[in-house]
């Protein structure tokens, strides 16, 4: 089944669930589910989006204005996961834990407003790498329409440029806490030099990226193309990350994979 089958086959899911809330963090998969929620189902969709430590600033932006723009109801919530038990501690099913007190949150939300199906954007391709937010998915009974059509990241990339998405070509994004290795103490300071950390690779201009925390170290993740790049900017890299609070600044000579830290 190509892929305008597929995008056929989930608007008549859609159309099936009749009311839905959108899991929407203005990443690539969830702002193309909420375009088709929406174009499918008018006012009868909402988007629910949680503002917290691990959510960087300029995505919950983008979520308001995506919304905005194309005239959806948009809620958003404050969630502070530091304080969920068990997740500052970072054992190997944080994922979980948070996505298990997330989600529930969101469900509440939902049937506040009358809706009794919640939607998310995780794709065929989540289910190749260690995931274990979607056993906390699948135990809320979440729903979630692109794995359900079989929509792979480059065909939901290929829709989302038909119709005209921002998001076509965004960079993959997971929650900040993902920088962290197992067992090593996640803060609200360590979050934060974190972000500062990544937005500055932003506003050089870096796209596909990530910076890794051990400790007091960064270490710098981005296609192998541009660790010339990195090197060609060390000095305000270098300089900054320190002001952040990185004690040392380092490259990773593999570049970026999605799911790095997993391996381990």
Request: hydrophobic share 40%; proline share 3%.
């Amino acid at each position: 089944m190509n892929e305008l089958d597929k995008e056929k086959e989930l608007k008549e899911y859609l159309q099936s669930l009749k009311k839905v809330a959108v899991a929407f963090s203005s990443g690539v998969d969830s702002t193309y589910l909420l375009k088709i929620a929406h174009d499918v189902l008018k006012d009868n969709v909402i988007a629910i989006t949680a503002s917290s430590h691990v959510f960087p600033k300029r995505e919950l932006e983008e979520t308001k204005a995506f919304c905005e723009k194309e005239n959806i109801k948009h809620i958003i919530f404050y969630t502070d996961e530091l304080k969920i038990e068990g997740f500052a501690s970072n054992p190997t099913n944080r994922c979980y834990i948070c996505k298990k007190a997330l989600f529930q949150r969101i469900k509440d939300i939902a049937l506040e407003n009358d809706i009794n199906y919640v939607i998310e954007g995780s794709n065929m391709d989540d289910l190749g790498d260690y995931r274990p937010g979607l056993k906390a998915i699948e135990e809320l009974k979440i729903k979630s329409p692109l794995r359900q059509v079989e929509l792979y990241k480059s065909e939901i990339r290929n829709l989302s440029k038909k119709h005209h998405l921002p998001t076509f070509n965004k960079p993959s994004f997971a929650c900040l806490a993902s920088r962290f290795v197992y067992g090593e103490m996640i803060s609200e300071e360590k979050l934060e030099m974190v972000e500062k950390a990544e937005q500055l690779l932003i506003e050089l201009g870096f796209k596909q990226m990530r910076v890794r925390i051990h400790g007091r170290m960064a270490r710098i993740e981005v296609e192998p193309e541009c660790i010339q790049m990195v090197i060609d900017n060390k000095s305000i890299i270098d300089s900054k990350f320190k002001e952040f609070g990185f004690d040392y600044v380092a490259v990773d000579l593999c570049g970026y994979k999605m799911g790095n830290m997993n391996k381990l």
